[in-house]
């Protein structure tokens, strides 16, 4: 019996999507501002 030569697949590459990390930060941090903001006693 012969099995054909193994190649293995090309490495996937994960899509680039447009979000940056920076804007995972922003999306965490400007509510947080926010809530701190409204909660501070006046």
Do not use: D, N
């Amino acid at each position: 019996m012969h099995y054909p030569v193994y190649k293995a697949p090309p490495p996937r590459q994960a899509p680039r999507r447009g979000t940056s990390p920076l804007t995972f930060v922003l999306l965490i941090t400007v509510p947080a501002l926010v809530a701190v903001a409204a909660l501070r006693p006046r």
